[in-house]
């Protein structure tokens, strides 16, 4: 990996990795305002935090996606990340998805809320309401819903309701008030099936009966109480909407829709907008807006060319966006247009109507669902939230295609100010002008990859929705340097096994030993550990270890399950680290003696807070910057979280439980001499393990967004090197305890087109034999490759287009460990060269290296995944008959 090193890249294109289509997506609501007199301020409105957002995959996953920015930052490249994923049950699918705040009188009126305060609902088609407990990424509880397959779920403004539409025609309400959820009533039920509901703006409650004493000695914590819901609107598959009376559950009124040959049309869509106005898409294409108060058509557009699945509203409420199957996200927009007599009625409002403004075709295939941020909550106009105009709203689609697209969508008519592009992506941020950003998917949860490589037995792993696949990639004769991929005579690829699981819900970690002898793999509730033995024809047969989850057992409660959240072998494949996934566990198992047993139990990743010394870290909630430790404390820190373990082990139980909230631990690396560990979890927290003595070492500062990639330097086992969310690097010496201060100037001096790469960093691989003293390393994300020298002076790397004067003085170098203040003068003459980017693979799925010198690269091209699909919806226009 040094200056003009040559290195054979196996270009691997044949795994058929299928990721899972978008069907579902949901935005965090903001809390109701409150209905007393409170003067509005006059300033200009502050930006919003970016909130959550949830992702619903076909295959039943869920996941979290966070903002990888801090919480005063308007623009941030990477936009949203994969944090947590909730792995769904097998088989399973997510149709439908509500987010609601678990107690929204803990926030202001303009606070988003946090993950730690949201509940998450989803429906699959089937009878079962889920709520998900997110911190544990399980199913918290179920419950029917007394009318057959659930069609469409949808909370109230307030977040303490939760109307189901159901196959029997009903619409049933459920109470989800102070962390419950049971049913409350149901309304009448009609002869179609509940496609789509949508809540009415909701009502003030009269306070004219109050005295102006109660009202003033009533209470804030009451301010949810403020607000009623007076109606719903419903579409179903009888080519009608219906008006619902949410206090007595009869049905106020009927309004119907075009049919087609007497077929019936189905309404898959509908919302509210905050002066009542209903809007709809059906299975024809028409996009409907209705009075809610005559129940009578205001306008009607043929926008697509077939059925609307999908429709969402801007946060003020003058711009609707639908999409379905033709691929177009179409954009409404209500307009007021000048009338000929305003002179004779001038205290008349102005007339308005609504256009089809503009249309774009960002996805290949059909489009499931459609959010955006800030969320549109209908109220009444005397409450209208205000939003400020130079911080334009984010769409957010998904769909067949697999992958989220993401679009700024301001309004024309704030042009007249400076608007900021979140995503970076143009100066350009109205939905006719602006460029999207299609966010890369990853074949492994929490951003990872599901993808292990056993170097030694050169066999490749990829770990499927329930199954498992081994590829052997066999030796070439081809010249280095150049990409392999097709097979021929003298090499290639080959399958060598295929497993199928019996799982409870999907896979959520796999791992494979350097020797190809061991195979590790777990759901969410039970992990499994298999014995590899070749055949005589080359393939590979699995023994499984019968009494594995029993081992596992014996050392957790009986109510803790045996999934793990990460799993990995140690180079030497005599040792395989579980990190359980639902109580925190990080096991140490020695496999030498052919027997699995259990070295060592460590729960850091366990406690709330670990005290070491003068400091506490926990996992931040906050955006903060990393906090760099000094030797001596560290020292100190590290003698102390080891009795802090000791004593934690032998304290009772209800010591324990008092400091005790597990962390999903999502990432585990092992260095090459196989002396240290290190796992990094959810909560930023990352911990050092001595395996060798079996001992927790030390805890790293947390760091403000989720390590992506970790791995330890094959020239210098101690050093560890970090890549977060953001694209930040950081390099941690292992033996020191502390960040070196060659590490923090190579941090602190990151060029800006690394650090703004759109798509974050997923990876990061080494070579096992690099140049002696050289600390390579080889970052990847989805789209790109950039080999870093970690050790190399700050400055000038390689992504400039022009060339340095050769005139130019250069500084001279600080010196850097492994190297003297005399050598590679003439290297840093040339500014460095310490990134170099390659970005012709693309999406990649794994990168790591198999031997010095030849790299593995495994692609899944778009097309590829694409040709699996049904045919998109395709009209000829000419010429057809």
């Known amino acids: 990996m040094k200056e003009g090193t040559v290195v054979a890249v196996h270009r691997c294109r044949f795994v058929d990795f299928a990721p899972s289509a978008v069907t579902a997506l949901a935005f965090p609501p903001l809390r109701l305002p409150s209905v007393k007199g409170k003067k509005k301020s006059t300033s200009s409105p502050k930006a919003l935090p970016f909130g959550t957002i949830v992702v619903g995959r076909a295959n039943g996953n869920i996941e979290i996606c966070e903002w990888t920015g801090s919480e005063y930052d308007i623009q941030t490249p990477q936009a949203w990340v994969v944090r947590k994923t909730l792995p769904g049950p097998y088989p399973s699918k997510v149709e439908s998805l509500a987010l609601t705040i678990r107690y929204p009188y803990r926030l202001a009126e303009d606070e988003v809320p946090k993950t730690e305060n949201l509940r998450l609902f989803s429906a699959g088609g089937g009878s079962d309401l889920i709520e998900w407990d997110i911190g544990q990424s399980c199913v918290k509880r179920t419950v029917g819903s007394q009318g057959g397959s659930i069609w469409s779920v949808c909370p109230n403004p307030a977040s303490t309701l939760l109307a189901l539409g159901c196959e029997d025609g009903s619409v049933r309400i459920l109470s989800i008030e102070a962390d419950g959820l049971q049913h409350l009533r149901r309304l009448d039920r009609v002869k179609s099936r509940i496609l789509s509901i949508a809540w009415g703006p909701p009502v003030p409650r009269q306070t004219s009966n109050k005295t102006s004493e109660d009202a003033e000695t009533e209470s804030d914590d009451e301010d949810e109480d403020d607000w009623s819901d007076s109606w719903l609107v419903t579409g179903c598959s009888d080519s009608s909407l219906r008006k619902w009376d949410v206090s007595t559950g009869r049905v106020l009124d009927r309004m119907g829709t075009d049919k087609l040959r007497g077929e019936r049309t189905l309404v898959w869509a509908v919302g509210v907008l905050g002066d009542g106005t209903i809007v709809s898409g059906d299975s024809m294409g028409m996009v409907k807006f209705w009075d809610s108060r005559t129940c009578t058509q205001l306008h009607s557009f043929q926008g697509h060319a077939a059925d609307v699945l999908c429709l969402t509203i801007s946060p003020e409420g003058t711009v609707v966006y639908t999409s379905g199957v033709d691929q177009k996200i179409i954009q409404f927009s209500h307009i007021k247009t000048a009338r000929p007599d305003a002179l004779t009625s001038l205290l008349s409002s102005p007339p308005s109507r609504w256009v089809l403004s503009s249309s774009r075709r960002m996805h290949s295939h059909d489009v499931r669902a459609l959010a955006i941020w800030p969320p549109h909550t209908p109220l009444p106009a005397s409450h209208k939230r205000q939003f400020p105009i130079d911080v334009p709203p984010i769409l957010v689609s998904g769909g067949l295609d697999m992958s989220l697209v993401l679009k700024p969508v301001a309004l024309p008519t704030s042009t007249v100010v400076k608007i900021q592009n979140p995503l970076v992506t143009s100066m350009s941020t109205t939905f006719e002008d602006s460029y999207h950003r299609r966010l890369t998917y990853s074949s492994g949860p929490y951003s990872t990859s599901a993808l292990r490589l056993a170097r030694q037995a050169r066999l490749l792993l990829c770990a499927r929705d329930t199954g498992l696949t081994v590829w052997r990639i066999l030796r070439r004769s081809s010249s280095p340097g150049t990409d392999e991929e097709e097979p021929s005579a003298d090499g290639g690829y080959e399958r060598v096994l295929d497993i199928d699981l019996n799982v409870h819900t999907n896979v959520v970690t796999s791992a494979i030993s350097d020797d190809g002898k061991w195979i590790a793999v777990s759901d969410w509730y039970e992990a499994k550990l298999f014995r590899l033995e070749e ?217 800006q087109r690394f650090a703004h790469l759109h798509d974050s960093v997923l990876g990061v691989a080494l070579d096992p034999a690099p140049p002696a003293g050289k600390r390579h390393a080889l970052f990847w994300g989805a789209t790109w490759l950039c080999k870093v020298v970690l050790d190399a002076p700050p400055g000038w790397c390689g992504f400039d287009k022009k060339r340095k004067r050769k005139s130019t003085v250069q500084p001279p170098p600080p010196e850097t460990p492994g190297r003297g203040p005399g050598q590679d003068v003439q290297e840093d003459a040339h500014g460095g060269r310490n990134f170099k980017m390659i970005t012709h693979y693309r999406p990649i799925l794994f990168v790591e290296f198999m031997e010095p010198s030849e790299l593995l690269v495994v692609e899944r091209p778009l097309p590829d995944v694409l040709a699996t699909l049904p045919p998109p919806y395709f009209k000829a226009k000419y010429g057809e008959t």
């Open 535 to 751: 055949e005589g024809n080359g393939d590979l047969k699995p023994r499984r270890i019968r009494d594995f989850p029993s081992i596992l057992a014996g050392e957790l409660s009986s109510s803790e399950s045996t999934g793990a959240s990460s799993l990995v072998f140690s180079p030497d494949s005599t040792k395989l680290v579980v990190a359980t996934s639902m109580s925190s566990y990080i096991l140490v198992i020695d496999l030498g003696t052919g027997t699995p047993r259990v070295l060592r139990k460590f729960q850091q990743h366990r406690m709330r807070d670990i005290v070491l010394g003068k400091r506490v870290v926990r996992g931040r909630k906050e955006q903060e910057d990393v906090e760099m430790v000094d030797t001596e404390n560290t020292d100190m820190a590290g003698k102390d979280a080891e009795k802090n373990a000791e004593s934690s082990d032998s304290g009772s139980e209800e010591e324990e439980n008092a400091n005790v909230e597990p962390a999903t631990v999502t990432r585990m690396a092992v260095s090459p001499d196989g002396q240290w560990l290190a796992s990094t979890d959810d909560r930023c927290r990352t911990h050092v393990f001595n395996l060798d003595s079996v001992q927790h070492h030390c805890v790293l500062p947390s760091f403000p967004q989720p390590v992506h990639a970790l791995a330890f330097t094959p020239s210098h086992p101690h050093t560890l090197v970090l890549a977060l969310a953001n694209n930040s690097l950081h390099v941690y010496d292992v033996e020191a305890r502390a960040f070196p201060r060659w590490a923090r100037a190579f941090s602190a001096a990151l060029p």
